[in-house]
């Protein structure tokens, strides 16, 4: 292992390397350099600022990798915006997210057309019309009614999150990038949401679970994920988590009918109640999936160990 270690290293210091080589030979060579790094803190055999750098370049190469998913940004600050909205109304505006696309202002996309004969590899968006909303919002395969889908929308458009453009045909449908947002720039108090995870969540969920899971990811703490009341808290021991009747609070429900939809979140692979252990909050308390969402920390030590918590579950939902 000593030879491996020594000849990796070498290879690393190679100036003629890309990073993006670099990166790559870091991640396909992880465990010699975690072994690696083990014996220099032992042996001193590596003086500490290789070990160090060896860290930072391993850490850097897999939060880069990782943060290749595609995901949209939410303003953690809404200001009580969506307190007279149903759970199932802020649902939709969750399912929604799936189709928003980088850097075109809000616009709803139902698909991109990519044709193989183009040269200029031109992909046109086509919008995102009311039949597409329906389905987006309909369950087991059906449409949900225009009527309902109608309702939605205006309530949606009254409190700011969704607008339409009734000047074109068909009509555009956008949300609005100070609620949630896909591109460039970012919230002071943001909640990153993954696209591809987040639509296997939402595939399991009503439209109601989903408006409780999208309201609820704004409490989650920055590094523990645990849900509380002051979640850009670095210090553990003055973390406030949230107990059950608070949370049901915080989204508007009974404490009975959160009890349900955290039963059915928990059955999702969304939600799950943990010990301190996992978190160093100090209590057991609700966590959520960091597959789903994050606050974009790099190098988060929490997240590899609730991550795979979760995966335990959701593997199996997955082959289900």
């Given at each position: ?102 850097n075109k202002g809000g616009l709803l996309i139902a698909k991109v057309e990519r044709r193989k004969t183009d040269t200029e590899h031109y992909a046109p968006e086509i919008p ?81 679970e989903a408006g409780a899971l999208f309201q609820l990811m704004k409490y989650h703490h920055v590094e523990s994920f645990v849900l509380c009341e002051n979640p850009q808290e ?87």
């Amino acid at each position: 292992m000593n030879s491996r270690y020594s000849n990796l290293s070498n290879e690393l210091r190679n100036a003629s390397l890309t990073e993006a080589e670099q990166n790559t030979l870091i991640l396909e060579n992880k465990d010699v350099i975690l072994s690696g790094i083990d014996i220099a803190s032992t042996t001193r055999i590596r003086g500490e600022e290789e070990t160090k750098t060896l860290q930072k370049k391993l850490s850097a190469a897999e939060f880069k990798v990782k943060d290749k998913r595609h995901f949209v940004m939410s303003n953690a600050e809404d200001n009580g915006r969506f307190n007279s909205l149903a759970l199932a109304d802020i649902g939709a505006l969750f399912n929604l997210t799936q189709s928003l696309v980088t850097n075109k202002g809000g616009l709803l996309i139902a698909k991109v057309e990519r044709r193989k004969t183009d040269t200029e590899h031109y992909a046109p968006e086509i919008p995102l019309t009311i039949n597409d909303i329906q389905k987006a919002l309909g369950t087991g395969g059906k449409l949900r009614s225009r009527k309902a889908t109608y309702k939605t929308i205006t309530e949606l458009e009254r409190v700011g999150a969704l607008c339409r453009d009734s000047r074109t045909r068909p009509t555009l449908f956008y949300i609005e990038e100070d609620v949630i947002k896909a591109g460039e720039g970012a919230f002071k108090n943001f909640v990153k949401i993954y696209k591809v995870e987040a639509k296997k969540l939402l595939d399991r969920l009503t439209l109601r679970e989903a408006g409780a899971l999208f309201q609820l990811m704004k409490y989650h703490h920055v590094e523990s994920f645990v849900l509380c009341e002051n979640p850009q808290e670095f210090d553990k021991t003055k973390v406030k988590p949230y107990n059950g009747r608070e949370l049901a609070e915080k989204i508007g429900v009974a404490y009975k009918t959160f009890r349900n939809i955290m039963t059915k979140l928990m059955q999702a692979g969304a939600i799950l109640s943990v010990n301190s252990s996992y978190t160093d909050v100090a209590g057991r308390n609700y966590i959520i999936n960091p597959r789903v969402c994050n606050r974009g920390i790099p190098n988060n030590p929490y997240e590899a160990g609730i991550t795979k918590l979760f995966d335990q579950i959701t593997v199996k939902l997955d082959k289900g």
